[in-house]
């Protein structure tokens, strides 16, 4: 692949990309969350066009516009979710799109027959006759892994393939990809785990913010080459920060682990204190527990084992249900991660969404009866006051951009001065005036006395922020550090779970 | 005995196009397009057989134009479900609103006789095979070969796919929107003959609003047979029975209750439904897929 240039409307994905793959080769690709790294594969793959460059295989120049040009190419994606037709048979899954013919019983059989040489050949065992909706996760990773070879792939490339796998899993995992390149496949990982780049890539690729950063042989670097070309050298613009006057414990969580509906770890064994009048920032590529731990605390979950002790001295326990409304009563207001769906009502008036969650208070209302005119007159207060625009409170919540639509949030959960505040991806999306304001916000707030923890997948952010870092790898904080100390190698290498 | 004979023919009567339509419906529905426009189609294939038989004394004619009519019917439903992605449910609804209107439009200011067509003589009706409608053989065919279209050929498979995860099928470099529009042309085509044997085999000739409701009694009928080929026949079979027995209880008079409205027994079909479904065949889960439209971009 050479200068692939990709775009989503203002966002450059892909910027002069090249990679340069040897056949039979197990092949890296790493880089932090929207390095491009996906981006770069679904081109590959004929799921998305690129803009520009170009490809070749073999050294002839190929012409890839859809999934079936790939397929015709020998590539093909073990995507991340997993694009099995769950109501299936095994054996079906496998062979749609690519039948053989019209009539099926004339060529399951000889599909069957495939299967059963593959699992010789590679040690993917599945039962052909099982519905995939019923398999766990790791088996339905090994469906996927069949019907691309089934389809004659000669290269495989597997999106984050242990993501959503148990230890267990990944471990057959890499024993089937070193059965594949024994046969001459060639194998693309897509992935920011380093550990598991060291452990089986022949060689790596590191991409960052759009552009390929380098390329290594895996024998002749490190983690930690890898981990700093990853996070890249990084000027933290600092902030005038008064330093901090720490204050009692105002959370304090201990031992707290959950897992999801399929029996994965999320959380393990999370445990810290968060003192009043700091901020502890959560560093991590996203999905190592961040967004469970947060939903773990803001009362949007319940956890299996721990103890969460909220800021009134209510302590919350395993059994305890979820509730967010009896968090906020404790003191603990919540700016989640993801602003359009869980931080305000989409659909709904700027007013709607400025007092959801709070919509009980006696301020807006009496027996059950919403006061729109005081909430009107609220709704624009908090608009001046944390520079919202447009100033319409009556303007659906959707409408406005990234930043003002945070600033509301923040307005919301910020203005009665909650003892502790739960921040997820706060700038995400957002301008950088924007980016300045809600720093410069999260600061008052901290100097004020209030506990903030802050849970971002921006370094630059955590640095500037934090007064303490903790950093999340795979459900468990695995290191703790002071902003001065925390270089880019000590924070790549602990993100990536290579220390 | 001879009763019961002839309810067993009234119901294979009114069965016809029902399964036509149930299966134009489970076809649609299995490949992820929902279609609320079954009885728009069947209407419309009526009023083009009544019309094009009126004029030209030919029924297979008429049949042809029926065909022809609710295909196209069943393309411009894909148009919006499937190329410009729009709401299947309304795109249906309009199809059935269009057609209630249009036809009797069109009779109008063609025939200037109310809205109807005139009446067709013998000659202009589906004759006669083996003491049956010659439609009610394909009809009853219909589902054994659909039956194993579905389920042991490469299209039933891509087609059923389709309906439960069109990103699947993407992927594996089928085209999702040319397996969809194969599928509401089918539906369309399976309408349009229903409609034809509404108004040139069971009536003679096109009346107002003639497909009465079946279109959705169709959809009722795919619902209880759970979106599969024999259950949705047989649930079709059964309110074709209801509907045989309801004629014929049209002013009988039965002891204590008393003469019983005709529009009671017409709404056990819909009743049944509700309350089948709720305790006795368990849950009904539908094509995954079905209602949303397919978009590539995450």
Same mark, same amino acid.
């Given at each position: @692949? ?5 775009s989503f409307a203002a966002v450059r994905a892909n910027r002069g990309v090249d990679l340069a793959v040897a056949r039979g080769h197990v092949h890296g690709l790493i880089g932090e969350n ?17 803009? *520009? ?34 109501? @299936? ?16 019983? =004339? ?99 590191? @991409? ?25 050298? =990084?000027? *933290?613009?600092?902030?005038?920060? /008064?330093?901090? /006057? ?108 400025? &007092? ?52 509301? &949030? ?35 707030? =901290? ?21 303490? &870092?903790?950093? @999340?790898?795979?459900? *468990? &904080? ?22 | ?13 009114? #069965? ?34 009544? %019309?094009?038989?009126?004029?030209? $004394? ?11 009519? %609710? ?9 919006? #479900?499937?190329?410009? +992605? ?12 269009? !057609? ?11 025939? #200037? ?17 083996? $003491? ?27 087609? +059923? ?30 309408? $349009? ?28 009928? !795919? ?22 027995? #309801? ?19 017409? %709404? ?19 094509? +995954? ?8 971009? +995450?």
């Amino acid at each position: @692949m050479r200068g692939i240039d990709k775009s989503f409307a203002a966002v450059r994905a892909n910027r002069g990309v090249d990679l340069a793959v040897a056949r039979g080769h197990v092949h890296g690709l790493i880089g932090e969350n929207g390095a491009g790294k996906s981006t770069l594969m679904s081109i590959l793959y004929g799921f998305y066009t690129a803009d *520009a460059g170009d490809i070749r295989i073999d050294g002839a120049p190929v012409r890839i516009a859809d999934s079936r040009d790939a397929i015709r190419h020998g590539i093909e994606m073990v995507h991340q979710h997993f694009m099995l037709v769950e109501t @299936m048979s095994v054996l079906e899954n496998v062979v749609l799109g690519a039948e053989g013919g019209a009539l099926l019983a =004339r060529h399951l059989p000889a599909a069957r027959a495939t299967l059963r040489q593959l699992a010789a050949d590679y040690g993917l065992e599945v039962d052909p006759d099982a519905i995939v909706g019923d398999l766990a996760v790791g088996a339905q990773q090994r469906v996927e892994i069949v019907k691309a070879l089934y389809r004659g792939a000669d290269i495989l490339i597997l999106d984050e393939p242990t993501g959503v796998l148990t230890p267990q899993e990944a471990a057959d995992l890499f024993r089937v990809l070193a059965a594949l390149r024994a046969q001459g496949k060639t194998i693309i990982i897509v992935t920011h785990k380093l550990r598991e780049i060291m452990a089986i890539t022949d060689r790596v690729s590191v @991409m960052r913010a759009g552009q390929m950063v380098g390329h290594r042989v895996t024998a002749q670097t490190s983690a930690e080459e890898l981990g700093e070309m990853m996070i890249g050298r =990084r000027l *933290a613009a600092r902030l005038d920060k /008064a330093p901090t /006057a720490l204050g009692a414990v105002a959370l304090a969580v201990a031992g707290v682990s959950l897992h999801d509906g399929f029996g994965v770890p999320r959380l393990k064994q999370v445990s810290f204190d968060l003192h009043a009048g700091e901020i502890v920032g959560i560093a991590g590529v996203a999905g190592n527990g961040q967004s469970e731990l947060l939903e773990a605390l803001s009362g949007m979950r319940a956890f299996d084992s721990g103890r969460i002790t909220l800021p009134n001295g209510a302590i919350v326990g395993p059994g305890d249900p979820a509730d967010a409304a009896a968090r906020r009563a404790a003191g603990l207001a919540h700016v989640p991660e993801d602003r359009l769906r869980t931080g305000l009502l989409a659909g709904f008036a700027a007013r709607e969404s400025a &007092i959801l969650g709070y919509h009980e208070d006696a301020a807006y209302g009496r027996a059950g009866l919403l006061d729109w005119r005081r909430i009107e007159r609220h709704t624009a207060a908090l608009m001046t006051r944390y520079e919202v625009r447009p100033l319409l409170p009556k303007l659906r919540s959707a409408l406005f951009s990234g930043g003002n639509a945070q600033k509301l &949030i923040l307005a919301r959960e910020m203005e009665r001065d909650p003892a502790v505040l739960l921040v997820g991806q706060p700038t995400r999306g957002v301008d950088i005036g924007g980016i300045d304001f809600i720093h410069r916000r999260l600061l008052a707030l =901290r100097d004020r006395g209030a506990a903030i923890l802050l849970v971002s997948v921006e370094l630059e952010e955590i640095l500037r922020l934090a007064d303490r &870092i903790l950093v @999340m790898f795979d459900g *468990a &904080i695995v290191g703790a550090l002071r902003p001065d100390e925390a270089d880019e190698r000590r924070l790549g290498m602990l993100m990536a779970g290579a220390a | 005995m001879n009763e019961l004979v002839s309810l067993l023919a009234a119901t294979v009567r009114v #069965a016809v196009p029902l399964i036509l339509a149930g299966f134009a419906g489970l076809v649609s529905e299995r490949a992820g397009i929902v279609d609320i426009g079954l009885e728009g189609k069947m209407l419309a294939g009526a009023f083009a057989a009544a %019309a094009i038989a009126a004029v030209t $004394g030919n029924v297979w004619l008429g049949l042809l134009g029926a065909v022809a009519a %609710a295909g196209v019917l069943g393309l411009v439903h894909g148009f919006v #479900a499937i190329t410009q +992605r729009g709401n299947q449910v309304v795109s249906g609804m309009a199809i059935n609103i269009l !057609v209630s209107g249009l036809s009797m439009t069109l009779g109008l200011a063609w025939f #200037a006789q109310g809205g109807r067509t005139p009446p067709l003589p013998p000659g202009a009706r589906f004759p006669e095979l083996f $003491g049956q409608d010659v439609l009610v053989w394909p009809a009853f065919l219909l589902v054994p070969l659909g039956w194993w279209v579905l389920s042991h050929t490469s299209f039933g498979l891509r087609l +059923r796919a389709v309906g439960e995860n069109p990103a699947a099928v993407d992927t594996a470099g089928v085209s999702v929107a040319r397996l969809r529009y194969a599928a509401v042309l089918i539906a369309g085509v399976l309408c $349009g003959v229903a409609g034809a044997y509404i108004a040139t085999a069971q009536a003679a000739g096109f009346v107002r609003d003639m497909t009465g409701g079946r279109g959705y009694l169709a959809l009722a009928a !795919v619902v209880l047979g759970k979106w599969r080929p024999f259950p949705t026949f047989a649930a079709c079979l059964l309110f074709a029975g209801l509907d045989a027995v #309801a004629i014929r209880l049209q002013g009988v008079v039965v002891p204590w209750i008393g003469q019983v409205p005709v529009e009671f027994v017409q %709404a056990v079909p819909y009743v049944m439904t509700v309350v089948l479904l709720a305790g006795f065949v368990g849950r009904a889960v539908p094509p +995954r897929a079905a209602g949303t439209p397919y978009v590539k971009d +995450r």
